[in-house]
Nanobody
Framework: QVQLVESGGGLVQPGGSRRLSCATS????????AGWYRQAPGKQRELVAE??????TYADSVRGRFTVFSDNVNNAWYLQMNSLKPEDTAVYYC?????????????WGQGIQVTVSS
């Protein structure tokens, strides 16, 4: 059973920084895509940032403040969040397309809370 496990969430003050990590239990796998989504109360889940095919995509609301990057040796990826705002408060989910040869599957983490508040 492949799992994605997020870490690094918690309470942070406005203007602060936080790094989220996502680790997979999968072995001998290629990260075809690695990303982060978030869902705030009463809102739909939205894409925050993604690496796919060597390119990165960011939501307009986080561009310039958040950075997504991966460690392909350890099959992990990260979301560096700077200049955090209260509106960044949400449950953050990592999402990955994992590839074993010609087989590719999409997985979600369980979600981790990030709260931006003074």
């Amino acid at each position: 059973q492949v799992q994605l496990v997020e870490s690094g969430g918690g309470l942070v003050q406005p203007g602060g920084s936080r790094r989220l990590s996502c680790a997979t239990s999968a072995r001998k796998v290629t990260l075809a895509a690695a990303g982060w989504y978030r869902q705030a109360p009463g809102k739909q889940r939205e894409l925050v940032a993604e690496i796919r095919g060597g390119s990165t995509t960011y939501a307009d609301s986080v561009r310039g403040r958040f950075t997504v990057f991966s460690d392909n040796v350890n099959n992990a990826w990260y979301l560096q969040m700077n200049s955090l705002k209260p509106e960044d408060t949400a449950v953050y989910y990592c999402n990955g397309d994992l590839r074993w040869g010609k087989i590719e599957r999409n997985y979600w983490g369980q979600g981790i809370q990030v709260t931006v508040s003074s």
